[in-house]
C-alpha cells in the first residue's frame, strides 16, 4: 500500500504509459527479429548448397536472439566460398538496427 500512497496518480500514470510503451517495443522488435530470421532462412535456401544450407539452417533455428543471428551472419559471411556470403552485408545491417 505505501508504494501506490506515495506517489500521485499523474506518476502511475506516467509509470503505466512506459511499461505499456516498452511492452509494445519488445514484440515490435520480436516480430522484427522473427522477420529478419525468415527472410535469412529464405536466401540461405536459394543460395546456398544444400549440404552446406541444411547446416546454417539447423544454426539459425537455434539462435534465440539478434547476438547470436548477428554472430551466425557474420559466420556464413567470413565462410562460406558460394554465392551466399555476398548477401550477409545487407542482413547485418538489418540485425543492427
Not at 16 to 31: E, V
Amino acid at each position: 500500500d505505501r508504494t501506490f500512497n506515495n506517489k500521485s496518480p499523474n506518476k502511475m500514470a506516467a509509470l503505466g504509459k512506459k511499461s505499456l510503451s516498452s511492452i509494445f517495443k519488445t514484440k515490435l522488435s520480436g516480430a522484427n527479429y522473427e522477420t529478419i530470421k525468415s527472410e535469412l532462412a529464405n536466401y540461405i535456401e536459394k543460395n546456398a548448397p544444400r549440404v552446406e544450407a541444411w547446416g546454417y539452417l539447423l544454426s539459425l533455428e537455434q539462435c534465440g536472439n539478434s547476438s547470436q543471428l548477428l554472430s551466425l551472419v557474420k559466420e556464413i559471411q567470413s565462410t562460406s566460398g558460394s554465392n551466399l556470403s555476398h548477401g550477409m552485408s545487407e542482413f547485418i545491417k538489418k540485425i543492427q538496427r
